[in-house]
C-alpha cells in the first residue's frame, strides 16, 4: 500500500470506515458493496452506514477542528 501524503485526515477517515468497518455488529452481514455516507454542516461530519441486510444503522460524527 503505497502512503498519500496529500489525502486530508477526513479523507483517510472516511477510507478508513469504507474498508474497515462493513460488517454488520447485529446480524454480521458483511456489505461488501456498502459505502459510508458522509454529510457535514461544515463543524461536524456525520458518516454513516445502514446494513442492508437487517437495517441496523451505525454512526460517527466526528468534530470537525477548524485551525
Ligand atoms: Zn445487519
Known sequence: MASDGTRSPLERL???YDHEERTCPACGYEDEEGVWESETNGRQVHYYHECPRCGAVRD???DVLAE
Open 60 to 62: 460517527h460524527t466526528l
Open 14 to 16: 472516511r477510507a478508513y
